[in-house]
T-cell receptor, first 111, second 113 residues
Framework: GEQVEQLPSILRVQERSSASINCTYE??????FPWYKQEPGENPKLIID?????ERKQIQGLIVLLDKKAKRFSLHITDTQPADSAMYFC??????????FGLGTRVSVFP | EAAVTQSPRNKVAVTGGKVTLSCNQT?????MYWYRQDTGHGLRLIHY???????EKGDIPDGYKASRPSQENFSLILELATPSQTSVYFC????????????FGPGTRLTVL
């Protein structure tokens, strides 16, 4: 199986600063690492992902880093806005056998 | 974007009763998944399927069965519902392949009394 640890569980950041969430995984065969954002009462929505053939990916203000040797990946939200306040989940997958999720990070952006 | 729908959206069941949660996707994805989400546990994989007629056990399959009668439909069945199965259930679908994006349905809130 797979285990994914996600830290921190709660993150408060000031508007326009950066927020960083870190995840580690156990199974070296995992090759797909998506990040989901979930608003209260809504379903998880994919915001960015990275595959094992990459080390860095950026979509606008979102940056994902992958360190396969350390089995660690991270999400960095730059220039945070109030709309970035939500739950964020990292996940890992191998061979389309479903995603293993971290426990989530509640991000709050304050003025 | 893939269209994944779930029914019912809310369900109250009695302990020992049978519950069927349904999921439909219209983008011809091969793979479909059932997860449950609980506070403190995040999302956990219950069952998944690679196509019509196939079902596979996920990380927490006990107390659940799955059925994939067609490419579009994937059901989760609780033969004897228990209060511990009170949760929010999400269905997801994705293309075949090791790194295909999964699209989530809106979720079903199940309460077992």
């Amino acid at each position: 199986g797979e285990q994914v640890e996600q830290l921190p569980s709660i993150l408060r950041v000031q508007e326009r600063s950066s927020a960083s969430i870190n995840c580690t995984y156990e199974n070296s065969a995992s090759n797909y690492f998506p990040w989901y954002k979930q608003e209260p009462g809504e379903n998880p929505k994919l915001i960015i992902d990275i595959r094992s053939n990459m080390e860095r990916k950026q979509i606008q203000g979102l940056i994902v880093l992958l360190d396969k040797k350390a089995k660690r990946f991270s999400l960095h939200i730059t220039d945070t806005q109030p709309a970035d306040s939500a739950m964020y989940f990292c996940a890992a997958s191998r061979y389309a056998q479903g995603l293993t999720f971290g426990l989530g990070t509640r991000v709050s952006v304050f003025p | 974007e893939a269209a994944v729908t779930q029914s019912p959206r809310n369900k109250v069941a009695v302990t020992g009763g049978k519950v069927t949660l349904s999921c439909n996707q219209t983008n011809n994805h091969n793979n479909m998944y059932w997860y449950r989400q609980d506070t403190g546990h995040g999302l956990r994989l219950i069952h998944y399927s690679y196509g019509a007629g196939s079902t596979e056990k996920g990380d927490i399959p006990d107390g659940y069965k799955a059925s994939r009668p067609s490419q579009e439909n994937f059901s989760l069945i609780l033969e004897l519902a228990t209060p511990s199965q009170t949760s929010v259930y999400f269905c997801a679908s994705g293309d075949a392949g090791t790194d295909a994006e999964q699209f989530f349905g809106p979720g079903t809130r199940l309460t077992v009394l």
